[in-house]
Structures are given as C-alpha cells and as structure tokens.
C-alpha cells in the first residue's frame, strides 16, 4: 500500500511551451501534497505545498506564476510549468500525506517516482 | 527555520562492514519527528527509517539503526552488514508535528559499497 505515481516520467519540451505533471495517491487519500524539485547531486527543494481545495503554498522564491498547482480531488494534483525554459530543466518528485487513520502511518509521507523534465 | 545538516558528501564502505552516516539539525521545537531516506539511482525516494523526538529509544529497523542524541541535536544513521544493494544517496529529514509538516532535508551523503 501507500503507493504515489507520478506521470509522465520523463518529457521533453520545447522552450516556450507548458507541461503538465500529475502526481497521485494510489490507495490512499492525501489532502496533503508536496512538490519538490531536485538538481543533479543535490538534495531535494521544496517548491510548494499542495493543498485539496485550496490555493497552493508556495516557498519562498518560487514563481507562482510559473509553477501552478492545481489538487482538485484527494488523489491528484497536478504541476504546470508554464513557458517552460531550459533552465527549468530538472527533476520534479512529489510526495503525497497520508490523511488516514490508518495506526502509525497517518501523516506520513510517501513520495513518487518522480519526473525529469528536459526543456530543448 | 529548521535547518539540517549532513558533514560528509561521500562515504564509502566495504561490504559486510558497518558504517555511520551524520547528520545534526537545528530547531527551536521540542515534538518533531526525524527520517533518513535513501535515493538509489532510480532516485525513487525511500524510508530507511523515523524517530520520534519524543521516544527516547533509538529506532531501529533490520540492518539499520539511528542514534538519536536530542540535546545534541543529532541523528546518526549506522548500516550493519553492509550490501551492495545499500549504496544510494542518503538523505536526513526533519518534520515537524505540527503546521504544514514539511520535510527538511540535508544535503545528502553519497554511500558507495566496495566489493
């Protein structure tokens, strides 16, 4: 159980256009997501917190604009890089919160494969 | 802000031996909860283990085990028997119970087994 799934995982964009990721809870509820990005050798960033119903938090520095975040049901949401650029270029992991009550694994969370986005 | 800290970039370790992993955080908190986490190149993000601050007992899961020194503020992973299957990225995570519970992690230790 507590599986996260993220599509698509891997995509190749020109510069200049949008690329939607989606990421979701397989067998669980999150009402919670977190959006992540993390550079070659490097650790992971929080981007912004993904909230079901509501607008997204985002961290400080990161383009609201840029990255939008839509979690329209307690399975999904969804990352839309808009006007992507190269340096956009990246790899996005998500992790979903287990709202649950399921003993000792509500609020954990579980994270997806995540999604390496090449802008060309 | 939460901070964490991970000292060394690369660690390396024959196989069947036993290694140790640091990692220090900083928090003003008293109830927060610590992970260690391991990226292997399909860089899929794993749990290798928690820690409740609350719980004085170091967690320990298998091969691998924590010492979890709150005063200290830190939170050491140690691999026992070590694989080759066990080489990864290592990442030390803070969350705290309360709020929005984001993970703050440190900046990793790359593990490499020798044969």
């Known amino acids: 159980g507590a599986v996260v799934s993220q ?32 550079f070659p050798k ?33 399975t999904l949401s969804t990352l839309t890089v808009t006007s992507a650029h190269p340096e956009d270029s990246s790899f996005y992991i998500c992790s979903a919160r287990d709202t649950g009550g399921r003993p000792g694994l509500a609020y954990e969370q579980y994270f997806g494969p995540g999604t390496r986005l090449t802008v060309t | 802000a939460q901070t964490v800290t991970q000292s060394q970039p690369e660690m390396s370790v024959q196989e069947a031996e036993t290694v140790t992993l640091s990692c220090t955080y900083d928090t003003s908190e008293s109830d927060y909860y610590l992970f260690w986490y391991k990226q292997p190149p399909s860089r899929q993000m794993i749990l290798v283990i928690r820690q409740e601050a609350y719980k004085q007992q170091n967690a320990t899961e298998n091969r691998f085990s924590v010492n979890f020194q709150k005063a200290a503020k830190s939170f050491s992973l140690k691999i ?30 790359r593990l490499t087994i020798n044969p």
């Open chain 2, 80 to 109: 026992s028997d070590s694989q080759l299957g066990d080489a990864a990225m290592y990442f030390c995570a803070y969350r705290s119970a309360e709020g929005a519970q984001k993970l703050v992690f440190g900046q990793g230790t």
């Open chain 1, 7 to 38: 599509h698509p995982s891997r995509v190749i964009c020109k510069s200049g256009t949008s690329v939607k990721i989606e990421c979701r809870s397989l067998d669980f509820q999150a009402t919670t997501m977190f959006w992540y990005r993390q």
């Open chain 1, 42 to 74: 490097q650790s992971l960033m929080l981007m912004a917190t993904s909230n079901e119903g509501s607008k997204a938090t985002y961290e400080q520095g990161v383009e609201k604009d840029k990255f939008l975040i839509n979690h329209a049901s307690l």
